[in-house]
């Protein structure tokens, strides 16, 4: 069966510092990846998607990016965050046609202090 | 623009049913999903409708209309779990799949 790790759980980060953001996923080959955030209480944002190894779709400008060095391995990276970066972070995956449903990771809670 | 409309808030009580409509107006269409995302937790997948009707899973039901740009998710019998934020998001707006999100209808049950 697939599944999807993501993490840290959480993170507190102080404005300037970098971010480095984990996603992977198993049990499956050529997923479309994806980036979202969520402020609390809102909808979700697309940041970045994915269809391929070095494969970035970038949504959103920003101070944010995205890299797929392997084929089921997403990260989400910034030189330096600002204080508008924190937010729920989510990861999922989406075969390429069939099931539509996305399956996401269980989210990254960052602050930015 | 692309947008989907959704109520931000419904509630309802123990036992009873409740519909959280969704009315969409997208580029492109392929069909529209329905997630639910527990307050702290990542959303989850509930459902996907691509042709008219209803679709039945269990407790739930999602219903489509194209010609109206419409669907809606019934919810039977409530639960206190079923105390969640409820997205109704439309596949194929972009390409690959990208879902077009709704803003979310935060459901609250009453005992």
């Known amino acids: 069966s697939q599944t999807i790790h993501q993490w840290p759980a959480t993170l507190v980060q102080p404005v300037g510092s970098p971010l480095s953001l984990e996603c992977t996923v198993e049990g499956t080959s050529n997923p479309n990846l994806y980036w979202y955030r969520q402020a609390a209480g809102r909808g979700l944002q697309l940041l970045f998607y994915?269809?391929?190894?070095?494969?970035i779709s970038s949504e959103v400008p920003q101070n944010l990016s995205a890299s797929r060095p392997q084929d089921r391995q997403f990260i989400l990276s910034s030189k330096k965050l600002l204080l508008s970066d924190s937010g729920f972070y989510l990861c999922?995956?989406?075969?390429?046609?069939?099931?539509?449903?996305?399956?996401f990771g269980s989210g990254t809670r960052l602050t930015v202090v | 623009g692309q947008s989907l409309e959704q109520p931000s808030e419904v509630t309802a009580v123990e036992g009873a049913i409740v519909q959280i409509n969704c009315t969409y107006q997208t580029s492109g269409f392929y069909g529209l999903s329905w997630y639910q995302q527990h307050d702290g937790g990542a959303p989850t997948f509930l459902s996907y409708?691509?042709l008219d009707g209803l679709e039945e899973t269990g407790r739930f039901s999602s219903f489509l209309s194209r010609s109206d740009s419409y669907g809606y998710l019934l919810l039977q019998e409530l639960q206190m779990k079923d105390s969640a934020s409820y997205f109704c998001?439309?596949?194929?707006?972009?390409?690959?799949?990208?879902?077009?999100w709704g803003a979310g209808t935060k459901l609250i049950i009453k005992p």
């Open positions: 409708n691509a």
């Open positions: 998001a439309v596949n194929g707006a972009g390409s690959n799949y990208q879902l077009i």
């Open positions: 999922a995956w989406s075969r390429d046609q069939g099931n539509p449903g996305y399956t």
């Open positions: 994915s269809v391929g190894i070095g494969q």
